[in-house]
């Protein structure tokens, strides 16, 4: 039950603001909250949060304990990293109404996004991937539903920058400590 706990709140904090709620929200806004947008939004994050999960507990089966804690450590690093770097993306002017490309591009941006960082590193830790695949669907499928209800004003109302920089220097102190821990520096 950790393990749920865990990647749930983890994949939905480091959502917010991520580029795939960001496209939902997007999306939303240009072509209207349609149900089937909100489909394939929570399809994707569960196959790509079912699918960080699996690919955790492979990993898991591989390593030491403290090649396990310093995976997590790298996994912090890696969220960090992709919390920082800034979205420069467009909103679409004309965006496609194909739910099947919306379907591969939110696919393709989530496999590589903080929030199946920590699924995969929630896997490892706690080697149960089923929940930690579970708490990655429904913290991943909370964030993009909020994203869909939110449309354009999820950008209007918030300051995703500063909380994507704030959760950035949050999971970078994490992933130093982790990975000081896992090398014995720090106790």
């Given amino acids: 039950m950790t393990a749920l706990l865990f990647a749930m709140v983890a994949s939905f904090v ?3 603001g991520a580029r795939d709620q960001l496209l939902v929200a ?15 939004a929570l399809t994707s994050s569960a196959v790509t949060a079912i ?8 990993l898991a089966r591989t390593m030491s304990g403290s ?9 912090l690093l890696l969220a960090a990293f992709e919390c920082a770097w800034p979205n420069r993306e467009r909103v679409p002017r004309e965006p ?21 960082f920590l699924v995969a590193a929630m896997a490892v830790v706690f080697s149960y991937w089923p929940l930690a695949g579970l708490g ?18 999820l950008e209007a109302r918030l300051p995703l920058r500063r909380l994507r920089i704030g959760l ?3 999971l970078f102190g994490l992933g130093v400590i982790t990975g000081l821990s896992a090398r014995g520096i720090i106790a």
């Avoid at 993009?144 to 004003?153: D, I, K, N």
Wanted: charged share 5%; with cysteine; glycine share 14%.
């Fill in 51 to 58: 699918t960080a999960a699996w690919l955790g507990s492979l």
């Fill in 168 to 170: 950035a220097v949050l």
């Fill in 26 to 40: 997007r999306l939303a806004g240009a072509l209207g909250a349609a149900n089937g947008l909100l489909v394939v």
């Fill in 136 to 153: 990655g669907v429904i913290g991943g499928g909370a964030a993009v539903t909020m994203g869909w209800l939110s449309g354009t004003a």
């Fill in 67 to 75: 090649a396990a804690t310093m995976f997590v450590a790298l996994a």
């Fill in 96 to 116: 496609t109404r194909s739910l099947g490309a919306a379907f591969i591009v939110l696919c393709f941006r989530q496999m590589t996004d903080a929030s199946r």
């Fill in 14 to 16: 480091a959502a917010i």
